[in-house]
């Protein structure tokens, strides 16, 4: 499970703060392009460093790079887990080394954490919704869980219900994300899960601490563990819900420092490449991707796009507990709802419904396929296939029957 991490290894909200204030404060990207004359690959190493959310398998695919993940070890919420547990659309962080090609690489430990977890307590409400242009809905959403209020946007990820809207008050969830805020209290989901009944509790945001109560987003926090969490800090903790107490038993805590999870040598200088959203009004030399200090000031002057609450990539290496940028690209929506599978067919009910990593598939509305023809989707048969994300589905564009790879 997590684990504990000393509460003065790392540097509290408030630190960050003054180290942004001081440090950095600005950025810049465009949709597709790069935003500076230096680019990704300058470390010279070859370690890669990733973190951001799934957008395919056949190899685990996040920020664009395919990472062969058959010698890698997979941890998930601190326990240890197989490349088949996960999902499109779970935020993960990928530590591996980078091939020639750029888009290639070979994973040696894949860490996946949940950033809230247990009953629908509030929700959800529909912000906003629209209508695709394959008819499905295209919805903006929250929910509140763990006492927290998490936003869905056409860009998360399903599983066990089609959309936001389709979640019940008492059913539980597991949802996986990216800090939308730079208090802490607001997370955007990239994959919600609804699971059985009986897990623990998981919350996400920023410890208060008020005499001798500590809280967290609204939860009374109790137990020993609950004790060494310091006022200001940004954790993520796991525990027991008491109705009796109305309270949180802490069982284990994991303080997100600086966002890389402690994972980093201070002077690694390794490439990183960082999916998030920009939490603070960016200035000339530097920004807040979610609660990672970003030092931009060797990019050039770069586009108005990149401002609060745009969600980007940023690449570059970590010193000193910074992320020095070389890059800063903008996510566009056809990026963030564009998946591809490579895998075995698990289950087939009709080619409006099958099964690929555990993803639901739609190929009801394509004609051709290479290597076969629809006729000859079943289970069992190995395939290749991209598609837009629809809620807790995806429309497939393109599908190839694998043969003699």
Known sequence: MSEHQPQDSSLTRRHWLVLAASAVSGCGGGSTSTTASLSPGTGGTGVVYTQGSISGFGSVIVNGIKFDDLQATVQMDGGPAESSNLRVGMVVAVQGTRLADPTLGTASHIEVWSIAQGPVLQGPTVTQNSQRADGSVAEFAEFS???MTVQTNPDTSFYGVALAS???????VTVWGLQAGADGTRWTATYVEVR???MDMVSTGVVHVAGLQRSLNGLLLAGSMADTLVDG???RVQGVWSDASNSLAVA???LLGSGLLGQLP?????EVEIEGFVTDTPTASGFMLGNIVV???AIAPISTQIKEGARVEVYGTWQSGVLKATEVELENEQTLQTVELKGVIEVFTSKAEFWVRGQRCDASGIAKVEHGTLADLKQGVEVKLKGSKAGDVVMVTELEIVVND
């Open 145 to 147: 869980v763990a006492g």
């Open 166 to 172: 389709d979640l019940l008050p008492n059913q539980a």
């Open 196 to 198: 059985p009944m009986g």
């Open 233 to 235: 800090s940004l954790v």
């Open 252 to 254: 284990h805590a994991k």
């Open 266 to 270: 201070d002077e690694a200088k390794i």
């Open 295 to 297: 030092d931009a000031s």
